[in-house]
């Protein structure tokens, strides 16, 4: 959050942003024509700590990977938790629909019924049509809706607001770590405990470096994202407590610790991940 003096009008200006980087924000005033002097920014980093982190670096092919997913469907139907399937073009996303759909056959449809009304799974995009954009959203943002699974691009993006997605996957590369994060951010808006998987497929149009260190899973994944996202402003007190968190005790059968609902390579830092 910015506030900026115009170096034009003089009149005072407030600029408000969920997400942004430290070259956004150099643009931002490069556009307003202000210095970094004559602003005053107050910064966090934009964590939700409810969002558990994944990375699976190892992807095979949709029916391998999301077994889980579609088993889930198959077995709970319209009790499934509504889940994102992000991918990066229309052509992924239509393959990743089409193998969901094929693998679950007449259990894709609520009751056996095989219409668009009674479809499990959805899928967004710019180019469908826009009454099926209207009546996918529609449904899709009703707490006992029948689609459970939603198979998008980043079109399902800004001004959508749904709570209670519990997971959000994303297939393969993508185009940078804002709209990556974006992504993220979709699971869990109720703060109630939600996942996050990144299959991490192909490389990324931009952020390179940082998505080669989020792929290799060697150091704290919400750490290495939410660094991304630090401006010399930042109130860091959150990072620095991430720092400090500590193990539970290797006894306890079901874990919830910090760690343990950090991300894929925390979990794996608890002594009782093993069990």
């Given at each position: 959050?910015?506030?900026?003096?115009?170096?034009?009008?003089?009149?005072?200006?407030?600029?408000l942003?969920?997400?942004?980087?430290a070259?956004?924000?150099?643009?931002?005033?490069?556009?307003l024509?202000?210095?970094?002097?004559?602003?005053?920014?107050?910064?966090?980093?934009?964590?939700?700590?409810?969002?558990?982190?994944?990375?699976?670096?190892?992807?095979?092919?949709?029916?391998?990977?999301l077994?889980?997913?579609?088993?889930?469907?198959?077995?709970?139907?319209?009790?499934?938790?509504?889940?994102?399937?992000?991918?990066?073009?229309?052509?992924?996303?239509?393959?990743?629909?089409?193998?969901?759909?094929?693998?679950?056959?007449?259990?894709?449809?609520?009751?056996?019924?095989?219409?668009?009304?009674?479809?499990?799974?959805?899928?967004?995009?710019?180019?469908?049509?826009?009454?099926?954009?209207?009546?996918t959203?529609t449904?899709?943002?009703?707490?006992?809706?029948v689609?459970?699974?939603?198979?998008?691009?980043?079109?399902?993006g800004?001004?959508?607001?749904?709570?209670?997605?519990?997971?959000?996957?994303?297939w393969?590369?993508?185009?940078?770590?804002?709209?990556f994060?974006?992504e993220f951010?979709?699971?869990?808006?109720?703060?109630?405990?939600?996942?996050?998987?990144?299959?991490?497929?192909?490389?990324?149009?931009?952020?390179?470096?940082?998505?080669?260190?989020?792929?290799?899973?060697?150091?704290?994944?919400?750490?290495?994202?939410?660094?991304?996202?630090?401006?010399?402003?930042?109130?860091?007190?959150?990072?620095?407590?991430?720092?400090?968190?500590?193990?539970?005790?290797?006894?306890?059968?079901?874990?919830?610790?910090?760690?343990?609902?950090c991300?894929?390579?925390?979990?794996?830092?608890?002594?009782?991940?093993?069990?």
């Amino acid at each position: 959050m910015a506030s900026i003096w115009s170096c034009l009008s003089g009149t005072p200006l407030l600029g408000l942003s969920a997400i942004v980087t430290a070259g956004i924000v150099k643009d931002i005033l490069q556009h307003l024509q202000v210095s970094r002097d004559d602003v005053q920014i107050q910064s966090i980093p934009p964590d939700q700590q409810n969002i558990y982190t994944e990375v699976i670096s190892s992807a095979a092919s949709v029916e391998i990977d999301l077994a889980w997913l579609i088993n889930d469907i198959a077995a709970n139907q319209t009790e499934c938790p509504k889940t994102l399937v992000f991918a990066k073009s229309i052509n992924c996303i239509s393959d990743i629909y089409t193998s969901i759909m094929y693998s679950l056959g007449q259990k894709a449809y609520s009751n056996s019924i095989q219409d668009n009304k009674h479809s499990i799974i959805g899928m967004y995009h710019a180019h469908i049509s826009e009454l099926l954009q209207h009546f996918t959203l529609t449904e899709f943002a009703k707490a006992n809706s029948v689609i459970r699974v939603l198979v998008c691009t980043i079109a399902f993006g800004m001004g959508i607001e749904i709570p209670d997605i519990r997971r959000v996957v994303h297939w393969g590369p993508t185009s940078s770590l804002l709209c990556f994060w974006q992504e993220f951010g979709r699971a869990g808006c109720d703060g109630k405990p939600a996942s996050a998987t990144w299959y991490a497929r192909g490389k990324a149009d931009a952020d390179k470096e940082v998505f080669q260190k989020i792929k290799s899973d060697n150091s704290c994944v919400r750490q290495a994202i939410l660094q991304e996202f630090t401006l010399p402003e930042n109130d860091t007190s959150s990072l620095e407590c991430m720092v400090r968190r500590q193990p539970c005790s290797a006894a306890c059968s079901t874990c919830c610790c910090d760690l343990c609902k950090c991300c894929s390579f925390c979990c794996r830092c608890c002594p009782c991940a093993a069990k």
